[in-house]
């Protein structure tokens, strides 16, 4: 089985059985985004604890494999980390987290809807505005 082939398997884990799946009953941070190209939706919501830290993540949404396995894997990977991280996490990091799948255009916007919505959650939360790199110029 080559690594493509298991990192597959594993994006397939993450949709069939999401991590962190559901709503929060109390947060400090909530956001959501849809992609228009494919009508993926993910909302998630953030509950902050001390030192700003993020102490607990979930998200719901529907759509595709490879965003809802990427918004899992996200939510995993924020728990623990100030919300400050946030601000670096770079659309690299989330291809890593994937396994650096080959992925088209439309593909790709799947793949970071997560991250978006983390990062205007996170954003607005810190009294600022996240442009988004791959849609330069809109607020």
């Not at 962190?20 to 953030?46: H, W, Y």
């Not at 529907?62 to 918004?71: D, E, L, P, R, V």
Request: proline residues 5%; contains cysteine; charged residues 30%.
């Amino acid at each position: 089985m080559s690594s493509a082939d298991i990192y597959r398997e594993i994006i397939l884990d993450y949709y069939r059985h999401p991590r962190n799946f559901g709503k929060l009953e109390r947060f400090d941070i909530a956001s959501r985004d849809t992609n228009p190209l494919c009508g993926d939706e993910i909302e998630m919501q953030v509950k902050l604890g001390d030192g700003m830290k993020i102490e607990d993540v979930k998200f719901t949404g529907k759509g595709c494999a490879i965003s809802q396995a990427a918004a899992s894997m996200l939510t995993e990977l924020a728990k623990g980390k100030p919300l400050e991280w946030v601000r670096s996490l770079a659309k690299e990091d989330v291809f890593k987290m994937l396994g650096n799948p080959d992925l088209g255009p439309s593909r790709v916007k799947c793949a970071l809807l997560g991250m978006k919505v983390l990062k205007t959650g996170a954003y607005g939360y810190l009294g600022a505005h996240y442009d988004d790199p791959e849609e330069p110029g809109l607020r």
